[in-house]
């Protein structure tokens, strides 16, 4: 005797026919009598007096009846039971976002899991990537996102690969391209993020395979300001595509680059070999991630 059939059982009891069951229990017509049948075979009982539209209990129903609704409460007391075990009722998940990407890749995911998991509290810390790494390894973050290629004693799961685009005040002279080279941008002057932000060493270390090494006329760790500086014509920035068309930064251009290695590859990273908690777990579930480390969620805790 399965639960599943003793659940369309219950239904058509409760909804009042087979089409209304079908509907509750988000299967077909048919399959719901399938299983009512099913059960009725297996028993060897009719359990419903069919007349019509209309079905009625037989004594044989009403006692499955009172007995299945019984058994599936008991099934929902176990699994919130066990709900309260796994921490998805209540406990701490330590999690670090940086703030370049994060209100386009988390934010919606951060309320769905507060909405879900309403009774876990979520200890947010916001830095760079290479200090967010740095907190998951001393075991202060459980899970952080960070830029990959990822420090080695971390396992991480890919969330999202967006190439990165220059951007350009739009009467700069290269405003027009429709794409372009690092070398080609040897000559003006980058503004950049502040250190600790993995986007930096992306270009960089393009800028050096290109044979060249740039001059940074700025930094800053504030998105919105660095749009501002290359819009005055301070110099060529540099931002992943999806925030860019997020923004639409008025009084920029965004040229694609042609250079090998510039994507920009978000993931959420943890300790490797480190536990995860069922909190961790159904964060990692929440945001899509993609488990290509060394091992993937299920395998830890």
Sequence with gaps: ????TLRAFVE?????GFSQAARTVFATQSTVSKAVKQLEDELGLVLLDRLGHRSTLTAAGEIVYRRAVAMLAERDDLIAELQELRGLRRGVLRLGLPPIGSATLFAPAFAAFRSRYPGVEIRLQEHGSKRLEELVLAGELELAASLLPAAETLDWAEVRREPVDALLATDHALAGRAAIGLRELAAEPFVLFESGFALNPIILQA?????????????????????ALV???????????MIVAERRPAGLRAVPLTDAGTDWDMAIVWRRGGFLSHAAKAWLALVGADAGGASTPAQNG
Excluded at 207 to 227: E, I, N
């Design 1 to 4: 005797m399965e639960l599943r």
């Design 12 to 16: 058509v009891v409760r909804q009042g």
């Design 207 to 227: 800028c050096a395979r290109a044979g060249f090494t740039p001059t940074v006329a700025a930094r800053s760790s504030q998105v919105d300001f660095m749009l």
């Design 231 to 241: 819009a005055a014509g301070l110099g060529v920035g540099f931002l992943p595509r």
